[in-house]
């Protein structure tokens, strides 16, 4: 499906998000683990935590939809799963994939984890490489690439681990593997990414130095994952860059997850002048939530280098938009790692700007852009390059033209946020 954007006299509105993807697909491996019932509530209607639904299904979980986005799970406790007799489908998420092969590693069954065609071009070495020292065999297309063969025949053996690359999917991965051995396997990490596995499983955390270490073994009891997700932070980026870049703009945000993170954006938009209002500060289990109210703004610009991108990592091509309307010369650095995403997603922003008739520079790890507050994106074809978050942000830019855009391939939203071009609707009605 193609879709057009017109530009819009105004944008108000209350906007319920899709719950947060990350604790979604969380919530459904951790009650799974856990031995005994959970509820869940608030999860996420998005096609991604669907795949791990579908994954925790193939490996004898019982999960049951009792309607309202409430999921109910008898889960089987780490020595309850059994050998699925089909391949685990993970579809286009990564977050399945690697969080999914610490799982099936660390527990021993054996199955073949494939993706769709975006998935399957994504490195998997980053995971690969630990759950071979731990002891797992994997087989995977030309030693990188989904599918995954994943079994073990040796002993789990514990693992001490500093992160290479600032990854929440690849430090959860090792730490998910860790939870079914005998000894402490260590995860240490120096830059923070997304916290919500430790959190939820409420690991043990030693600080020194500057570093995290995450700690997870058998000793671990897996808690019962009854609770409501908070709505989804990455979600509410896309109408706080809206809603601050549009002359006309009054946009709420309720129940948004605040999780420090993962906020990184919000920092970032505060520091370029975006008027947001943070109200009704409050937690939804080991999760801290918030109202969040943006209207129009003028935005100066801002550089974001290496040590913040992981806590803005999938904000990253919506705050390409924003630096478009601010007044200067903004720059993204340290942030190559936007190349393995579901797209190469620096290149992906790069067309973007050009159809839009940006002035910019893209380089190996970053993008330097400048912006004025009154640009005028040129109506343009926007290709979405099949990347969800690639398609949000096109649109985004393509409310400031004055003319009607086209975004081509535009159901990819559904990956995150299935009710995206309705709620643009309604905010423009
Ligand atoms: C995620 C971690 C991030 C993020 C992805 C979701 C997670 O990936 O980009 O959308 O839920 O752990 P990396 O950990 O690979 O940076």
């Known amino acids: 499906m193609d879709q057009n954007v017109e530009p819009t006299a105004k944008l108000k509105g209350n906007i319920e998000l899709p719950a947060d993807k990350s604790i979604s697909h969380r919530s459904v491996m951790f ?29 004898g979980v019982d ?26 489908d993970c579809g286009n998420s990564g977050t399945t994939m690697r969080l999914l092969s610490g799982i099936i590693a660390g527990s021993g069954v054996t199955a073949r984890l494939i993706g769709d065609e975006s998935l399957s071009s994504r490195t998997m070495k980053r995971i690969i490489k630990p759950l071979t020292r731990m002891g797992a065999d994997i087989d995977a297309r030309e030693a990188d690439f989904a599918p995954l063969h994943i079994s073990r025949t040796c002993p789990l053996q514990a693992l001490h681990f500093p992160l290479p690359i600032p990854s929440a ?14 000894e402490p396997t260590q995860v240490i990490e120096t830059l923070p990414s997304r916290d919500h596995t ?43 860059v809206a809603g601050a870049i549009h002359p006309d703009a009054e ?7 605040m999780n420090p993170t993962r906020t990184g954006a919000l920092n970032i938009l505060e520091n370029m002048g975006a008027d947001i209002v943070i109200s009704n500060e409050h937690r939804e289990g080991a999760e801290p939530v918030a109202d969040l109210r943006v209207v129009s703004s003028a935005l100066t610009p801002f550089d974001i280098t290496e040590h913040i991108v992981p806590n803005c990592i999938d904000e990253l091509p919506v705050l390409a938009v924003a630096m478009l309307f601010a007044d200067g010369v903004s720059r993204i650095s340290g942030a190559e790692e936007l190349r393995h995403k579901e797209t190469d997603r620096l290149k992906a922003i790069a067309d973007m700007l050009d159809r839009a008739g940006a002035d910019f520079k893209e380089f190996k790890d970053g993008l330097e852009i400048t912006g004025r507050p009154d640009f005028t994106p040129r109506a343009a074809d926007y290709k979405s390059f099949d ?15 004055n003319k009607t855009s086209r975004i081509r391939n535009a159901d990819c939203t559904a990956i995150s946020y299935p009710e995206f071009w309705k709620d643009l609707q309604l905010l423009t009605n």
């Open 198 to 240: 430790e959190r939820l499983l409420e690991l043990p955390i030693q600080r020194e130095n500057g570093k995290k270490k995450i700690f997870a073994s058998r000793e671990v009891d897996i808690p019962e994952q009854s609770y409501r997700i908070p709505n989804d932070f990455s979600a509410a980026a896309f109408w706080l």
């Open 251 to 257: 946009i709420l945000l309720p129940n948004v997850g």
């Open 63 to 88: 999960i049951r939809e009792v309607g309202d986005n409430v999921l109910e799970i008898n889960g089987v406790g780490r020595d309850g799963l059994q050998k699925p007799q089909n391949d685990l």
């Open 31 to 59: 009650a799974s683990l856990h031995e005994g019932y959970s509820r869940i509530s608030n999860f996420s209607t998005a096609a991604d935590p669907y795949s791990t639904i579908g994954c925790m299904r193939g490996l």
């Open 387 to 401: 990347d969800h978050r690639i398609a949000m942000a096109a649109a985004v830019l393509a409310l400031r033209s």
């Open 169 to 182: 999917q690849l430090k959860s991965c090792v730490l998910l593997a860790g939870l079914f051995g005998e």
